[in-house]
């Protein structure tokens, strides 16, 4: 209970209040904005938020976070171009709503479902922590270090195309950060007898490389600009609240469905989007309305959106596994801050936690709002050409790498990682393990050193540890998915 | 009706090898970099050497037999067709949007990037990092700005003016001044600035 207060208390500084503002106001610009999405926006600012109080940084990151969501469906439901990935689910609906005249009553039903699925999302979180607190009281070091390689192996697994590609991914990401000095070694490695590389290849300019730059490239490649005409605004703000209230039960099974699939790694808010819209469309009244402009449409597949976030924080917060790359990225902010990602985040920073699910709900109802209430204004951004877009994001990345450390060497490592990274995409290689090998590299090399050092007998502590054991197991299962799945479906295929 | 005929070389198609050979991009670096962790770590005593060579050793021998099988396509080595659970979930998100998005929405085909256009935007990018380098935050926002728009054939006075002086206020006024970020003058700027007792 005290946490929760110290959160409460934390949620209404002003200087929390403040960056939350400007987080939503990003959030909304680059929601709306062709190719530059949240994701790449938290990364650009994380190095910005390096020098803040986690408070304020975090309130910033998951603004911005929070909003883009509710920003994408603004462009499906006006341009039939979704604003992100997810959002594709937005516009079977939205846009055919849009185009009967009803673009606002559309908008408004999704800014609704969004603060319903963030609430959901919270809820969920509050009710799985303490159950997870329990579990995590029973990890030490071995579980740890098991936790930091099951976790490199899901993600690698289901991030990638093959799990090779994702597993390779992974293993740069812990060599890179083998480099320079570090605490259990007692000094630095692969350091070549120069400073820079004594210090050693930071997660910031790899990351402005891998996940920014690169698609601010790709960008440039492929030109041209989202929309050239939309749909006029038109349409009841009210019928769409509305109507929000009237399909409660669907809120709520959309909510389940969501949630369940985001505890998943890597299945995401697409997938929970579209299961979610093909319940609804086979079990609700008059399915032949869906895909003609019927709201239950943009109800259920936005609440899933939305909804998903709290299977996405649970295994984030509580072991240190993301469920996506916007999680990931959460992480870092975390670790720059000197906070342990998973077990012990809950262990020792339950306030925290907290004030993670206030502002995440809080960003949703600020971020709603915001994209209700400046949707004429938003829109305009939409026309904005890939030629103006990419020199900016170039420009922050190449900013953001130098703030991070004052080493222009940062920008170089930033230039290499960014071109690396886009044929990294292009060819199946997902950056997203590379960035989890660099966080997790070190907790798990600390680990590993920690739980040999009180162990008595050596190696064999890994196995020997009924949660360490499982977790093992886990990873085994994880990579030999393949194998595993070709053995089960054999005898189907020679029956048939 | 003439059949086009399908062209292989061993079992892949023209395609599949040419996005084979993309990886080369990817891999030699990988493995180059992976070969000089695993080399250097028997440099080092146990502990400092643990983690390098275990995960060194299996970066090489993955990237090792994956290179392989780029410049042979025929070998087996390295084929690493396993899916995993990504492929998985990909077959769910594919088969659902397509059944949800049947004849309501044609998601555009993706864009085909010439090596031209590659090599267009690579050649833009290392400009604009050799003029951050040299010469700063200051005029590398000008340069990146109106230098990059003008390579690519946009050259809007209006809009450009409007960035440019975005991303100074962003960059000089918020960055700098409010959040008390440093500012890069380059390495041929900083020195004469420095003697001139500017900074």
Redesign the interface.
């Known amino acids: 209970m005290e946490q929760i207060f110290a959160a409460l208390h934390a949620v209404s500084q002003g200087q929390t209040l403040l960056m939350m503002v400007i987080g939503v106001l990003i959030g909304m610009v680059v929601g709306v904005l062709p190719g530059i999405g949240g994701v790449q926006t938290m990364v650009l600012m994380l190095p910005?938020t390096w020098?803040m109080d986690i408070i304020p940084a975090l309130s910033l990151l998951l603004s911005i976070y929070g909003t883009a969501k509710v920003g994408g469906s603004l462009t499906a439901i006006l341009f039939?171009i979704p604003g992100d990935n997810p959002n594709?689910?937005t516009?079977?609906d939205g846009?055919?709503m849009a185009k009967n005249g009803k673009a606002r009553t559309a908008i408004a039903a999704s800014a609704t479902v969004s603060i319903i699925g963030g609430l959901f999302s919270c809820i969920s979180l509050l009710v799985f922590l303490p159950l997870m607190y329990q579990i995590i009281l029973l990890f030490g070091p071995a579980e740890f270090f098991m936790l930091a390689l099951f976790g490199l192996t899901a993600i690698?697994?289901?991030?990638?195309?093959?799990?090779?590609?994702?597993?390779?991914t992974g293993?740069?990401g812990?060599?890179i950060v083998?480099?320079g000095f570090?605490p259990?070694?007692g000094?630095a490695?692969?350091s070549l007898g120069t400073f820079y590389l004594r210090e050693g290849i930071h997660m910031i300019p790899v990351m402005l490389g891998t996940l920014g730059?690169s698609e601010a490239?790709k960008i440039?490649?492929?030109?041209g600009s989202v929309v050239t005409k939309g749909i006029p605004l038109r349409g009841s703000i009210l019928e769409g609240i509305m109507a929000c209230f009237k399909n409660i039960p669907l809120i709520m099974r959309s909510c389940l469905i969501a949630w369940v699939i985001g505890v998943a790694p890597?299945?995401?808010a697409?997938?929970a989007g579209?299961?979610s819209?093909?319940s609804a469309?086979k079990t609700c009244k008059n399915p032949e309305t869906f895909?003609k402009g019927d709201v239950r449409g943009v109800i259920a597949g936005d609440t899933a959106l939305n909804a998903v976030s709290g299977g996405d924080f649970l295994p984030t917060i509580t072991i240190g596994i993301p469920g996506s790359t916007a999680m990931a990225i959460l992480l870092v902010a975390l670790a720059l801050h000197g906070i342990s990602p998973g077990p012990q985040l809950v262990k020792l920073r339950l306030d925290l936690v907290y004030f993670i699910v206030f502002i995440f709900f809080i960003a949703h109802i600020f971020g709603a709002l915001s994209v209700v209430g400046f949707s004429p204004l938003v829109e305009k951004l939409t026309k904005l050409?890939a030629?103006?877009i990419?020199?900016?994001v170039?420009?922050?990345c190449?900013?953001a790498s130098?703030?991070a450390r004052?080493y222009?060497q940062d920008?170089?490592v930033t230039?290499v990682f960014?071109?690396?990274g886009y044929?990294?995409r292009?060819?199946g290689?997902h950056p997203v393990p590379l960035v989890l090998g660099l966080i997790l590299?070190p907790i798990?090399?600390i680990s590993?050193?920690q739980a040999l050092a009180f162990s008595k007998n050596g190696i064999w502590v890994f196995f020997t540890r009924i949660p360490s054991l499982i977790i093992f197991l886990c990873i085994l299962a994880?990579i030999l998915?393949?194998?595993i799945e070709k053995l089960y479906k054999k005898p189907k295929t020679s029956d048939g | 009706m003439s059949k086009q005929p399908k062209i292989k070389r061993g079992e892949l198609s023209i395609k599949e090898l040419k996005e084979l050979r993309g990886e080369l991009w990817v891999i030699p670096p990988f493995f180059i970099f992976a070969l000089i962790i695993f080399l250097g770590s028997f440099l080092y005593k146990f502990e400092a050497a643990m983690v390098p060579m275990l995960i060194g050793g299996i970066a090489v021998i993955l990237a090792g037999m994956r290179f392989l099988h780029i410049l042979f396509p025929k070998t087996k080595i390295g084929e690493f067709k396993e899916a995993g659970l990504a492929g998985e979930f990909d077959s769910l998100e594919k088969k659902i949007k397509e059944e949800t998005l049947k004849g309501k929405y044609e998601e555009e085909p993706e864009k085909t990037i010439t090596f031209r256009q590659e090599k267009r935007a690579l050649i833009a990018l290392i400009s604009c990092f050799v003029v951050f380098l040299l010469f700063g935050h200051l005029v590398g926002i000008f340069f990146t700005i109106v230098g990059t728009s003008y390579y690519y054939g946009f050259k809007k006075k209006r809009p450009l003016l409007i960035s440019l002086i975005a991303m100074y206020i962003i960059v000089y006024i918020l960055l700098v001044k409010l959040l008390e970020g440093p500012m890069f003058f380059g390495l041929v700027f900083e020195p004469i600035l420095e003697s001139l007792d500017l900074i």
């Open positions: 910005f020098k039939n594709a689910v516009l079977i846009y055919p690698s697994a289901v991030s990638a195309k093959t799990i090779f590609k994702g597993l390779l293993a740069i812990m060599l083998t480099i570090h259990t070694v000094y490695r692969y730059m490239i440039w490649m492929e030109g890597g299945a995401g697409t997938v579209f299961i819209y093909a469309a895909g050409r030629e103006m990419s020199p900016i170039i420009i922050l190449f900013v130098y703030n004052e222009w920008m170089l230039t960014g071109i690396l044929y990294m292009k060819y290689y590299g798990a090399e590993f050193f994880v998915w393949p194998y």
